[in-house]
């Protein structure tokens, strides 16, 4: 790594257009994470595509507009998650960190039509590519069941964080992912 400090891309969940600073926790998350001395990169003006977060066109823009690559911690909330894994399939990370993760369609056709679901998951090839992997988790998820997400955690030997009556990370502040960050980025840098 370069830097004493990689970068850091939010990628969040569908249904974001638009400024995502006013949503869930990314805008939080940015100012915490500058704060410690991290280049943040958002999807300024929101994700291409943002209902259907086609992976044909995130994946692209994660790379392509974003910057994102081997000096870059992904950190991917929900289908931002789901991005980020088959983002890290094909190009070296600093770190990977999912934010209530799934790894199939859960029954819902826009995930279904959005491509991350229709071929199975490289998971050793996730794990080669990220320098870390940690995951986060609420047990009351309304949108994720935990099962799914315990089932990405053990594919990925994910250092697994599990909210108890944590629902889907609508709301900052989410301290503990910015604990995660900066403890896995030192021992990176070391």
Known sequence: MSRSHPNCLIIPGNGSGGDIRGSNYYGWAERQLKDAGYEVRM???GM??????REKKWVPFMRDDMRGGEDSVVIGHSSGAAAAMRFAEQYKVAGLVLVAAYDDDLGD???RNSGYFNRPWNWDQIKQNAGFIVQFAG????LVPIEVQRKVAKALDAE???QPDGDHFFSPPFPQLIDAINENVSKLCK
């Open 43 to 45: 999807p300024e003006g």
């Open 48 to 53: 291409p595509d943002p209902l259907y977060a």
């Open 109 to 111: 056709e826009l995930e």
């Open 139 to 142: 047990t009351q998820d309304s």
């Open 160 to 162: 697994y964080h599990e």
